[in-house]
């Protein structure tokens, strides 16, 4: 399932600190995404193409060059698929409640 | 093109780059993606882009920079407000087979002041993910009130 590859993508603190990077900087190398970190670059480069499948990542190629950025997207995918159930949930629930409400007091009466 | 974009947006779309090309530059059926927005795009290089709001208001104006259906389209995003540079906005359709890849890409002319920077990542992730719900599912984008930056 695509989401299992997002949720799977973000459950690790060093993808999430790349992502941090790429927010913080849109349009880095590699070179320049893991400046600083104690992260090898063979390791950047797996977690980043984790990232990429994950569309969490986007990234253009220019000359030899290849530019990384935080692609904010899929987050709001899942948020707006959960807001709608969530409001779904909630009005079956009220209709319910409304049902029981009435029923209950139609047995008093 | 040699520059690079500065911010991305991209999403997948179970639909052909044909069907994504025709949601997007068909006016009549922009609002529903786009705040409730119409979003006027010219069918010709030089032919004027353009925002306008259900009162009238033209929060962004511009021109058509490049346009090649299904495929491409690169306008001049003007917004009509003091202190912020001019952008360029690239549509990218692309075909994965079984999808559509469509990416914007941002090109800011100017430094843009962080609000302005933050309401495009707001605004592009609900129009991306309210492109795609809405083709692949028919649904239209529930009615979220955006505000402009103050």
Redesign the interface.
């Known amino acids: 399932m695509e989401e299992d590859v997002l949720f799977r993508a973000l459950a690790d603190p060093s993808r999430r600190l790349l992502l941090d990077r790429l927010f913080a900087k849109?349009?880095q190398t590699l070179g320049e995404l893991i400046d600083g970190l104690p992260m090898s670059r063979q390791a950047a480069s797996k977690h980043v193409a984790m990232l990429e499948d994950a569309?969490l990542v986007?990234a253009?190629r220019?000359?030899r060059e290849k530019?990384h950025?935080l692609?904010?997207?899929?987050?709001?995918?899942i948020a707006?698929r959960w807001?709608?159930k969530f409001e779904a949930g909630r009005v079956a629930a009220l209709v319910k409640l409304k049902r029981k409400l009435e029923s209950d007091h139609g047995s008093e009466t | 093109m040699d520059r690079k974009p500065d911010r991305i947006f991209l999403t997948f779309i179970a639909a052909p780059p044909e069907k994504v090309w025709a949601l997007l530059t068909d006016t009549a059926q922009s609002p529903d993606w786009f705040f409730g927005q119409r979003m006027d795009v010219g069918a010709a290089k030089d032919d004027p882009f353009l925002i306008t709001t259900p009162d009238g208001g033209q929060p962004v104006k511009g021109t058509v920079l490049a346009i090649d259906p299904p495929r491409r389209l690169l306008v001049s995003w003007e917004v009509q407000m003091p202190g912020v540079p001019k952008n360029e906005i690239e549509f990218l359709i692309e075909d994965m087979g079984a999808a559509s890849k469509l990416t914007v890409h941002e090109y800011h002319l100017g430094e843009v002041p962080e609000k302005f920077l933050k309401s495009g990542r707001d605004g592009w992730s609900l129009i991306l993910a309210s492109i795609k719900t809405l083709l692949e599912t028919g649904r239209k984008m529930p009615m979220i009130k955006l505000e402009p930056p103050q």
């Open positions: 849109p349009g569309n986007a253009v220019r000359g530019y950025y692609n904010p997207v899929p987050i709001q995918e707006v807001i709608g």
